[in-house]
Nanobody, 113 residues
Framework: QVQLVESGGGLVQAGGSLRLSCAAL??????MGWYRQAPGKERELVAD???????SYADSVKGRFTIFRSNYKNTVYLQMDSLKPEDTAVYYC?????????WGQGTQVTVSS
């Protein structure tokens, strides 16, 4: 069974930082990612990381966010720095293996100006 549990969201002022965690009860051959969905917006991919450690980022967060994973801890992280009000959204952890995908329940990130 696959379970993803996010934590680390909260309220932060613009320019601040948060680190999101996803406790992922998946095999380490899954690709992992973080998505976000703001009110009235489509869910978008923020960052992902392959089982081999290759990373990619949305243009809007490049240079500010970092995704990394700990296989030993079975956890994937999203370090978010220089946060902007536009980053306000529910952030979801995501796991994929082939055609199978799984979602966490989401954690709210709110950035105040």
């Amino acid at each position: 069974q696959v379970q993803l549990v996010e934590s680390g969201g909260g309220l932060v002022q613009a320019g601040g930082s948060l680190r999101l965690s996803c406790a992922a009860l998946v095999s380490d051959n899954y690709a992992m990612g973080w998505y976000r969905q703001a009110p009235g917006k489509e869910r978008e991919l923020v960052a992902d990381i392959s089982s081999g450690g290759r990373t990619s980022y949305a243009d809007s967060v490049k240079g500010r966010f970092t995704i990394f994973r700990s296989n030993y801890k079975n956890t994937v992280y999203l370090q978010m720095d220089s946060l902007k009000p536009e980053d306000t959204a529910v952030y979801y952890c995501h796991a994929r293996l082939g055609s199978s995908e799984f979602w966490g329940q989401g954690t709210q990130v709110t950035v105040s100006s």
